[in-house]
């Protein structure tokens, strides 16, 4: 059916409605897009023909006025698929997923620490994207997102990373002549534009997407859209000083939260800590210094080492710290945490405790909430796919 360029926005801005804050009515996608009740019947019943939404049911009124029940709004997946792939110095990983973020198909390549300097280049990460593009050419996938751990220079076309891998990682023989459009992202940034499309619960369009792993770094959702994607010092998060006359941080600088709180610190202090005695899990869990990973670390916690709990739980409290004082720079409505040290139950409660015990609740304000996602290996894959999406339905 033709459509004019304002029935297209109008169409867009319904779909996103859906994905945003599905299952949803009529009454309030038209609420909440200013397009009247009558247009916007109209074509979500274009795009229930289209077989891109469908029916799922029905809810009580969500605001005063009607008593009459509305019928809820959903995506119909399995419509159209989109492949993620993220770069890590710990794996390659790929995904596809359909255009409703249900996961159809995932790949997690291992890179040995070792061979990371041999194994890291653009002729190998290539060799593995063809072969899983050529794996999904059954569900025609349409669009390809990779989640970077960095910046994306288009102008350059490279990585913009403080990491001598990345710096010198080819990404445009990397991604050269492909079949599908591609899109980079920051890795981050595509977790929060995943989570804001097809998230479960959906956060909301102002949220902060706080990741921890080898760095920390936050995403700001801000009415719907990343704040400050083109400047790369926004969202640095673990370069925000906590102790001024703490440890001396690769910027530069004393006491940043990446030198307290990121994995690979976190990995370093129990190596310390493994060589310094004999009193420590880890050494039933490694035989070297060398060997020990942060799964590591969080099996010796979980076994109640001593000194382990006192490096997560230093590492919790800067969080914390740092998070609090996001909570009052930011018009974030919701916190969403992401990272495998958040996964340990007991971790997680100790950080929301330390959050709530030193929030800021003057004038009136109430803490915002705080969910800690799951973690999986492929989450930024996963997430590359959406972000894919995202570009391919509502920005190009």
Excluded at 14 to 25: A, D, E, F, M, R
Excluded at 244 to 272: D, F, K
Excluded at 294 to 303: G, M, P
Excluded at 351 to 370: C, D, E, K, W
């Amino acid at each position: 059916m033709a459509t004019t360029k304002k029935q297209h926005e109008q169409l867009l801005a319904i779909l996103k409605q859906v994905y945003t804050h599905g299952p949803v009515s009529r009454v309030d996608i038209a609420h909440n897009t200013g397009i009247t009740q009558a247009i916007t019947g109209k074509l979500v019943a274009q795009l229930i023909d289209e077989h891109a939404l469908q029916e799922v049911g029905e809810t009580a009124p969500t605001r005063p006025g009607s008593g009459r029940r509305r019928t809820l709004l959903a995506l119909r997946g399995e419509q159209s698929y989109y492949i993620g792939s993220e770069l890590s110095e710990w794996a390659f990983t790929f995904s596809l997923i359909d255009n409703a973020g249900k996961v159809v198909r995932q790949e997690h390549r291992d890179i040995d620490v070792s061979r990371r300097a041999i194994f890291i280049n653009a002729s190998n990460y290539r060799t593995l994207l063809d072969d899983f593009i050529t794996e999904c050419a059954p569900y025609h996938p349409v669009a390809i997102g990779i989640a970077l751990p960095g910046h994306f220079n288009a102008s350059s076309h490279n990585i913009w990373s403080s990491h001598p891998l990345w710096r010198e990682f080819d990404l445009k023989t990397a991604t050269a002549n492909l079949p599908l459009p591609v899109f980079m992202e920051n890795n981050v940034h595509c977790m929060a534009i995943a989570a804001h499309l097809v998230g479960k619960p959906h956060p909301g369009d102002n949220f902060t997407f706080f990741h921890v792993g080898r760095g920390i770094f936050s995403s700001y959702m801000h009415n719907g859209a990343i704040h400050g994607a083109d400047n790369y010092i926004v969202g640095e998060i673990g370069h925000t000083i906590v102790n001024p006359a703490g440890q001396l941080c690769e910027c530069g600088r004393r006491g940043c939260l990446q030198t307290y709180s990121s994995e690979g610190i976190i990995i370093r202090h129990a190596q310390t800590l493994f060589r310094s005695t004999t009193q420590t899990y880890l050494r039933q869990i490694d035989t070297d210094a060398s060997q020990i990973t942060i799964q590591d670390v969080l099996r010796a916690y979980s076994l109640g080492d001593d000194g382990v709990t006192n490096i997560l739980d230093n590492a919790m409290k800067y969080i914390a710290q740092t998070v609090n004082n996001l909570s009052i720079m930011l018009d974030s409505q919701h916190l969403v945490l992401h990272g495998r040290i958040f996964q340990p139950e007991s971790l997680a409660k100790l950080l929301t405790g330390y959050i709530r015990q030193n929030a800021f609740l003057i004038n009136g304000t109430t803490m915002q909430p705080v969910t800690i996602a799951p973690y999986g290996l492929n989450d930024g894959a996963d997430a590359a796919a959406v972000m894919a999406l995202e570009r391919r339905a509502f920005v190009e």
